[in-house]
Nanobody, 124 residues
Framework: QVQLVESGGGLVQPGGSLRLSCAASGLGSHAVGWFRQAPGKEREGVSCINSSGRSTYYEGSVEGRFTISRDNGLNTVYLQMNDLKPEDTAVYYC???????????????????WGQGTQVTVSS
């Protein structure tokens, strides 16, 4: 079992930016996905990246605004979020080995254990 630690969330005005981090020992050998859950809504996949960082995928509403990247030397995956909108408000989580099919990003059974997450609030 790998302990993933999300950080970087906070309160930001619409149009602002945040960079989330997902860190864990050995993360560099895994694909990683970002997920989010807003109050009253299902958890949804946001983005994913393969182990090398050469392949990335995005949910449609964040395409062009969010960028996923990684630094395997630091065992960290990032989610740069630009032009944030109130609809982006949610708790953001990361997970290993997501199933990534174009804009459809889902957790892989047996490879997720939702932890604390990091809260992103977009509000004026």
């Amino acid at each position: 079992q790998v302990q993933l630690v999300e950080s970087g969330g906070g309160l930001v005005q619409p149009g602002g930016s945040l960079r989330l981090s997902c860190a864990a020992s050995g993360l560099g050998s895994h694909a990683v996905g970002w997920f989010r859950q807003a109050p009253g809504k299902e958890r949804e996949g946001v983005s994913c990246i393969n182990s090398s960082g050469r392949s990335t995928y995005y949910e449609g509403s964040v395409e062009g605004r969010f960028t996923i990247s990684r630094d395997n030397g630091l065992n960290t995956v990032y989610l740069q979020m630009n032009d944030l909108k109130p609809e982006d408000t949610a708790v953001y989580y990361c997970a290993l080995e997501p199933v990534c099919m174009g804009s459809r990003i889902t957790p892989r059974p047996g490879y997720y254990n939702w932890g604390q997450g990091t809260q992103v609030t977009v509000s004026s």
